[in-house]
């Protein structure tokens, strides 16, 4: 009866993990051995708090990027959040709408284009900003007003489902 619980143990465990992470069981000995590659890491949630934060921004050379106004690409905060942008230099700073960045901005705050680097006043290839966020979209469709607004987790527009029809 051990041995009947064990295949059928192996048998569920095999048909659960049959997403491609799991190798075939491998007989040794009495039971069966389950080996399970490991999973990629998720990428973290998007923060959608609206907090303003500081961080050193890079510079992108990305020919794509360079002639797009007033982009920033985040690999923390969600796609089509508007944020405004100051260099902590020399204080000037610009509205930027945010893009999903790539591998290369995981985990960081946001990088910014060249145009926007020249409205900042920035030299070099990086600096120190602060990003305040205006309007963060959440997943349920509304938008939350962030801390550069002075109106702070206030939602600014119902879903649209949730809109009455005229």
Same mark, same amino acid.
């Given at each position: ?8 143990? +192996?048998?569920?465990? $095999?048909?659960? !993990?049959?997403? @491609? #992470?799991? =190798? ?6 009495? %039971? ?37 106004? +007033?982009?920033?690409? $985040?690999?923390? !905060?969600?796609? @089509? #959040?508007? =944020? ?6 020399? %204080? ?75």
């Amino acid at each position: 009866m051990m041995r009947r619980g064990m295949a059928g143990l +192996a048998a569920v465990a $095999s048909l659960l !993990l049959a997403d @491609g #992470t799991a =190798a075939a069981p491998r007989e040794r000995g009495g %039971g069966a051995i389950i080996e399970v590659a490991p999973r990629p890491m998720a990428r973290p949630p998007a923060d959608r708090s609206g907090k303003a934060r500081q961080t050193r921004a890079m510079v992108l050379d990305d020919p794509a990027l360079a002639s797009l106004p +007033a982009v920033g690409v $985040s690999g923390v !905060l969600p796609q @089509g #959040t508007t =944020a405004r942008v100051q260099n902590l230099s020399n %204080g000037r700073s610009t509205i930027i709408q945010v893009r999903p960045g790539g591998p290369a901005s995981a985990g960081r705050l946001l990088d910014i284009t060249p145009p926007v680097a020249r409205a900042l006043g920035v030299t070099g290839g990086s600096a120190e900003i602060l990003v305040a966020p205006l309007a963060v979209p959440q997943p349920d469709g509304t938008i939350r007003l962030g801390e550069g607004t002075r109106l702070s987790g206030a939602v600014a527009a119902p879903a649209l489902s949730d809109r009455p029809e005229d």
